[in-house]
């Protein structure tokens, strides 16, 4: 039987895709994973959030 876990409805996994102006695109399980990879590349790239 599911836990109600405090009757919050349940929450949509995410991945936060990074996409660099060469055109590479990396996938993070976390906003601050997807970031600091981006930092490392001059903040060049764009961090967009994919629905699971």
Do not use: H, K, W
């Not at 109600?4 to 060469?22: F, H, K, M, R, W």
């Amino acid at each position: 039987m599911p836990c109600n876990c405090g009757g919050e409805a349940s929450q949509t996994n995410v991945i936060y895709q990074l996409v660099l102006p060469d055109g590479t695109v990396r996938r993070y399980f976390t906003y601050q994973e997807a970031e600091a990879a981006n930092q490392r590349a001059d903040g060049a790239g764009a961090i967009t959030i994919v629905p699971q």
